[in-house]
C-alpha cells in the first residue's frame, strides 16, 4: 500500500511537469536525473530541509534553517541587465549597478547547470500583489527546501484551482545561492552575484543562500513594473486599515527602527501589511503574502502578535537554540543582529485577509528615529514638505557600542527603501504627491527618536506618547488641533495631543540648554541640505524649498 501512496505522488508531480515539462526542458533542465518537487507540502519541505540541510524544528513548532556565511543582503553584488527595453527608465547609479546581457547568460547557465546536479530540485509558483488587476506570476526554482518554504510564506499562496491554471509565469528567480558566481567573468565583482533582468523577467542568485534577496528582489520588480507598465505607485511601506465597513487606510513610511512595523501593528486596528505596499487607483494592496519581522530581543510581551506566530509553518533564520530543549534564543546575536522569521500573513491575528483595501489612504505617517533630538514628536507637512521628507528618507542611527562612534550617524535612504528603487526618486516622489493632492491625504512626520537632549543626554520618546498621537491622527484630533511654527524646518507643530505632555511636542522646551538645542538644529539642517543636493536635478524648485531654510 505504501509503494502505492508513493506512486501517486510522483504522478502528482509529473502531471504538472507534463504540462510544463517544455519550459523546463527548453531551459535546460536535466528532467532525467532531477526530481522537481512543486508547491510541496509545508511538511514536506520541512523534512527535506532537516534530512539535507541542518535544519532543526524548534519548540514551537518552526523551522530553524541557517543561510551559511551571508547573513544579510549584499547591497553591491547587486546588478540590472543593461538592456534596450529598460535602460531609459532605470536610474542607474551606486543603487542600480549595469551588467551586459552576455554576462546574465553566463551567470544564469550557471545557475541552471548547478541545479541539474541536485537531487530535488523545488518549485514554487505563487503571486506578488493581492489586486488581481495588478499581480503579477511568481515562479522560484531553487535548491534548498528552506528557500521554498521561505518564498511559501512571503508570496501570496495560489489556491489549487489557481495553481491548476497558473500557465506561464511573468517572473522567474533561479536561485542557485549555494554555488558561487565566477569571478573572472567581466564585470563581476565577488562570488556573490543578484541580478535582474527586465526584458527576460528573470532574476539569478549565485553565491548568498540568504532569503531575504528573493524578497527584496521581487520588491525591486515591482517598483520597476508598478509605476512603467500599471501606472500604479510601490512603496516601501507598512499600511494598516481602521475596523468596520470601509475604514480610514494609513499608510507608514520609515527605514529600519523607526517603529514601522510596531506602530503598524495596532490592536485595534486591521494590519494590511508590514512592509511593501502598491498605493493604485483604486486603493491600497499589499504585495507579499507574509512578513519578514526582525526577531532581535522579540519577547512576548513587548510584541505578542510577532512572538505568537512563530508556530509550525514559520521559518527562523539564523537564531541561536538550545540544543536540550529547541527554545530559541532571540537575545543571542553570536551569528548575526539580522536575525529573522518568515511567516504567513494569516498568522498575525488582525491582518485583513484578502491584504487590500478598496479605498484611498486618509493619512501619511512618515517616520524617523532622530538621534540629535531635534525635530519634533510630530508635525504636519505640506504637500510639498511630504515629497521633501520622503526623497530625503531621513532616519539617525544610534552610537553602536562596536565601532566607538559617539556621535548620531544620519542615514538619508531615499524614498525611505534607497536599496529598492529601481527609477528616479523624483518620479516615485511626483507620483506619491499627484495622490495625495488628488486624495487629500493629510501627511504627518513622526519622530520616534530622542527629545530633551541628543542620544547619551535624553531619552527616547516613550512608545506611550507615539501610540497616543498616532490615535489623535486616527480619531482626527490632531488635524484639528492648533499648530505653531518649527524653526529652520518650517515645520507646522500642534500645541496639544491628548495623552502627551504638552512640552515635549515643542523640541526646544525640553532641552536643558538652548544654546545646545540650536547648535544640534543647524547641524541637522545642514546635513539634509547636503543629502538633498544629489537628487535637485529632476526635483522641482517648490519642493527644494521645502527643506530646511537658514535665516
Known amino acids: 500500500m505504501v509503494q502505492g501512496r508513493h506512486h501517486h505522488d510522483e504522478f502528482e508531480s509529473n502531471q504538472f511537469l507534463g504540462k510544463e515539462m517544455k519550459y523546463f526542458s527548453q531551459a535546460g533542465f536535466d528532467l532525467d536525473r532531477i526530481h522537481i518537487k512543486r508547491n510541496a507540502p509545508i511538511a514536506s519541505l520541512y523534512e527535506d530541509a532537516v534530512l539535507n540541510e541542518g535544519a532543526v524544528i524548534s519548540s514551537s513548532g518552526a523551522l530553524i534553517n541557517f543561510s551559511g556565511k551571508k547573513t544579510g543582503r549584499s547591497p553591491k553584488d547587486k546588478r540590472i541587465v543593461y538592456e534596450e527595453s529598460s535602460k531609459d527608465d532605470v536610474w542607474w547609479g551606486p543603487v542600480n549597478i549595469k551588467m551586459d546581457e552576455h554576462t546574465f547568460e553566463i551567470n544564469r547557465e550557471r545557475a541552471i547547470d548547478y541545479l541539474n546536479t541536485r537531487e530535488n530540485v523545488y518549485v514554487f509558483d505563487g503571486f506578488a500583489g493581492w489586486d488581481p488587476k495588478y499581480r503579477i506570476k511568481v515562479r522560484v526554482i531553487a535548491s534548498r527546501a528552506y528557500h521554498a518554504l521561505f518564498m511559501h510564506n512571503m508570496l501570496i499562496r495560489p489556491t489549487p484551482e489557481e495553481l491548476e491554471n497558473f500557465g506561464e509565469p511573468d517572473f522567474i528567480i533561479y536561485n542557485a545561492g549555494q554555488f558561487p558566481a565566477n569571478r573572472f567573468t567581466t564585470g563581476m565583482t565577488s562570488t556573490t552575484s543578484v541580478e535582474i533582468n527586465f526584458k527576460r523577467m528573470e532574476m539569478v542568485i549565485l553565491g548568498t543562500e540568504y532569503a531575504g534577496e528573493m524578497k527584496k528582489g521581487i520588491f525591486s ?208 516622489a511626483k507620483m506619491l504627491a499627484e495622490r495625495m493632492e488628488k486624495n487629500k491625504v493629510d501627511c504627518w512626520l513622526i519622530n520616534t527618536g530622542w527629545t530633551g537632549g541628543k542620544f547619551g543626554q535624553g531619552k527616547r520618546c516613550p512608545l506611550k506618547y507615539t501610540r497616543a498621537i498616532v490615535d489623535a491622527i486616527h480619531n482626527g484630533t490632531l488635524a484639528k488641533s492648533e499648530f505653531e511654527n518649527f524653526p529652520i524646518f518650517n515645520l507646522a507643530i500642534p500645541k496639544a495631543v491628548e495623552g502627551v505632555p504638552s512640552e515635549i511636542l515643542h523640541p526646544e522646551k525640553v532641552w536643558p540648554s538652548k544654546d545646545a538645542f540650536k547648535a544640534e538644529l543647524d547641524k541637522l539642517g545642514g546635513m539634509f541640505q547636503k543629502a538633498f543636493a544629489k537628487y535637485e536635478n529632476d526635483i522641482s524648485e517648490e519642493v527644494k524649498l521645502a527643506g530646511p531654510v537658514f535665516a
Open 221 to 428: 520588480v515591482m517598483h520597476y513594473l508598478q509605476p512603467v507598465k500599471f501606472g500604479q505607485l510601490s512603496l516601501h511601506s507598512s499600511a494598516n486599515q481602521a475596523k468596520g465597513d470601509n475604514g480610514d487606510v494609513t499608510l507608514f513610511f520609515g527605514l529600519s527602527g523607526t517603529g514601522k512595523t510596531t506602530l503598524s501593528a495596532d490592536p485595534n486596528r486591521l494590519l494590511i501589511g508590514d512592509d511593501e505596499h502598491v498605493w493604485s487607483d483604486t486603493g491600497v494592496f499589499n504585495i507579499e503574502g507574509g512578513c519578514y519581522a526582525k526577531t532581535i530581543n522579540l519577547s512576548a510581551e513587548k510584541e505578542p502578535e510577532i512572538y505568537g506566530a512563530i508556530k509550525f509553518g514559520s521559518i527562523l533564520e539564523n537564531v541561536v537554540y538550545n540544543p536540550a530543549d529547541r527554545v530559541p534564543d532571540y537575545d543571542d546575536v553570536s551569528i548575526t543582529e539580522n536575525t529573522r522569521c518568515a511567516y504567513p500573513i494569516e498568522y498575525i491575528p488582525n491582518a485583513k485577509i484578502p491584504c487590500i483595501a478598496d479605498r484611498q489612504p486618509s493619512n501619511i505617517i512618515m517616520l524617523c528615529c532622530d538621534a540629535f533630538g531635534v525635530l519634533p514628536p510630530v508635525s504636519r507637512l505640506t504637500p510639498e514638505q511630504a515629497q521633501y521628507h520622503f526623497v530625503a528618507g531621513y532616519t539617525s542611527k544610534t552610537p553602536g557600542t562596536e565601532d566607538g562612534i559617539v556621535e548620531p550617524s544620519p542615514t538619508f535612504s531615499t524614498c525611505y527603501g534607497q536599496p529598492f528603487i529601481v527609477l528616479h526618486p523624483g518620479r516615485y
